[in-house]
């Protein structure tokens, strides 16, 4: 059976419904590979136990961060913050032989391809703002005012940066770069926690929430950088929808009180190619 490259995010296994979930997903292939496009858990722990699990399993496992794993939670006994922390979690993917934005980009070969499956670490900068507002500052009072603020801004440290945004460029910048010295005659498959273009928050019930979402910097790398496919998590919102005739996959399982909701079983391997 030929190999399929399936694509996941926001497992948060510390849930112990979510963790049954998890334990029970196994390839249908041994050639399958699976994108894991963030917030495995918030703990170190619990996060590379997660991985190590799945690169038992499939062929290739293929990581980008969210902001979970970039939590420095009260609970975790890794207490490493921003820059520190994320390298210390690209350290045990390595270690896992799991693939990180700061590896080669693997070639996909198999159904769909070839194309280049690039993990992204970009975070965000508050440039998809709240309804009527024009900066950063109006945005988050826009956000306290009504009480829908993200938890990073009290556990997402940017150390050494001053601020999120600031990290958030320079990744942008950084990857920006690399993306653009790939083979221009591959179409690639971006993958990254965040939604690469504003569209997909479209459809949040808080807009505010949006500013914690990713930023207008990647607007049109989907186009720019010949993707075939733009897998994202982050919103919880499973789907798949389309901007300048590139589809872009949510892929997220999610909490239990919203998979739970939903009718049918919930999926965790989303192919990224239909046959």
């Known amino acids: 059976m030929p190999g399929t490259l399936y694509a996941v995010s926001d497992l948060h296994v510390a849930y112990a419904e979510n963790r049954r979930l998890v334990d029970d997903m196994h390839p249908e292939s041994a050639d399958d590979w699976l994108i894991v496009a963030g917030d495995v858990a918030e703990t ?22 969210g902001n979970h794993e970039l939590w420095t939670h009260a609970k975790d006994p ?3 913050r921003g820059v520190a922390r994320y390298e210390r979690l690209v350290d045990m993917c390595r270690g896992l032989g799991v693939r990180t934005p700061e590896d080669e980009y693997a070639i996909w070969t198999g159904e769909g391809g070839p194309a280049i499956v690039a993990p992204l670490f970009l975070l965000y900068d508050y440039t998809f703002r709240a309804p009527g507002t024009t900066t950063k500052e109006e945005s988050l009072a826009y956000a306290y005012r009504t009480g829908v603020v993200c938890t990073d801004e009290e556990l997402l440290h940017p150390d050494p940066y001053p601020d999120r945004e600031s990290w958030c460029r320079d990744r942008v910048a950084a990857t920006e770069r690399r993306l653009a010295a790939l083979d221009p005659q591959l179409p690639t498959v971006l993958v990254s926690h965040w939604p690469l273009h504003r569209h997909p928050t479209e459809v949040l019930w808080y807009p505010e929430f949006a500013q914690w979402c990713g930023t207008e910097l990647t607007a049109d790398w989907h186009v720019r950088f010949r993707a075939a ?3 994202y998590g982050h919103l919880h919102i499973p789907r798949v929808t389309w901007q300048d005739g590139v589809p872009f996959h949510e892929v997220s399982l999610g909490y239990p009180r919203e998979w739970g909701k939903r009718p049918g079983a919930p999926t965790l391997l989303n192919r990224v190619f239909t046959a």
């Open 44 to 65: 170190f722990g619990q996060i590379e136990a997660t991985l190590r699990t799945l690169r038992s399993r499939f062929a290739e496992v293929i990581w980008a961060p």
């Open 229 to 231: 496919a733009a897998i």
């Open 78 to 80: 890794v207490r490493l």
